[in-house]
């Protein structure tokens, strides 16, 4: 008996790995294949809406929704996802894990995503998949260790944060070297959205790191979008609602962006605390601002102060008072946002 035990047990360290490999094949990636997968890309969290409507070229990327079905015709699967602002993405792939056919299926997909040219469609080919409660699970806990590391190390970006003419935490990747000039981008945009989010979190620390990055990410990628200076947006939003995207004012104004009711209704947002709409809605107000003020006055920085103007106090008073309206709230508005977008601007 003991030597048989000693074979048996010896085939059976052999074979379970085979085993669970093959069980793995058959229904798709084990969660530690997926996230092997994921390090190996070098992806740490799921992109956003703006993101993937930015893309050029191609990049592995996660995103995030639910499984609405998967069509197989002859050789072909294609996955429909919705995503987290309600669009859909068709995902082509060679095949897909049982898991996620039959019902609706919350998940991440690792994708290859690609776009030739600006005007081309998206392409997203599936890598891996994984179940959107496994991931965020992991998520949550890695949320809560750094949390706990902030907690006894102190955050460095946070003490920048509080003293921002000073030291600036964003000057440096996009003005290089703190000059004074207003710098074009020297970073891709997938680099400095963590720097942005890691400011965005020292101004609202209630913000969890995954909201932090969203707020970044939409900033980042809606101003590339309309060719808005991104250091524009994040003065903006800082003095609008402090990166808050429950924000409501007194008057009414929601989100992030402080959207007015008729506002926000006039732009098709469905949801102003939602934060991708909100900032789509804000940088394409923010843009019609800016080509307008700019024709009237033939100065790029005039026009900048009556787009501030029109934002907070509406294009109605800027025309009547022919110019900034004597409005002391206006005009404090304006100094702020001025004020943080030199500061963000290396200036």
Known sequence: MPAEY?????????????LLLIAAMAHGQSLDQYLALRKQHKVTQAVGVPALETLLGTRVVEVQGKVKGVFEVQDKVALMLERTDGGTEIIDANSAPDWLKGNEVSARLLVRASRLHETAQLRCVLIGAAPEASIRRIEIDAEQKAAARRRLEGSKSSRAATTPRNNNPLSGPIGRGGTKSTKAWSLPAHEVTPIYAGFIKGRNKSLTDGQAYKIAEGIVGFSLKYGVDARLIMAMVLVESGFNPSA????????????????????????????????????RIVRGHLDKYKKQTGDPYEGLILALAAYNAGSGNVRRHGGVPPFKETQRYIQKVIGWYKSLSGT
């Open 6 to 18: 000693g074979i048996l047990a010896m085939m059976r360290r052999l074979f379970t790995p085979v």
């Open 248 to 283: 409501t004012s007194r008057a009414g104004a929601m989100g992030l962006g402080q959207l007015m009711p008729g506002t926000a209704a006039g732009m098709g947002v469905g949801n102003p605390y939602d934060t991708t709409e909100n900032l789509y809605a804000c940088v």
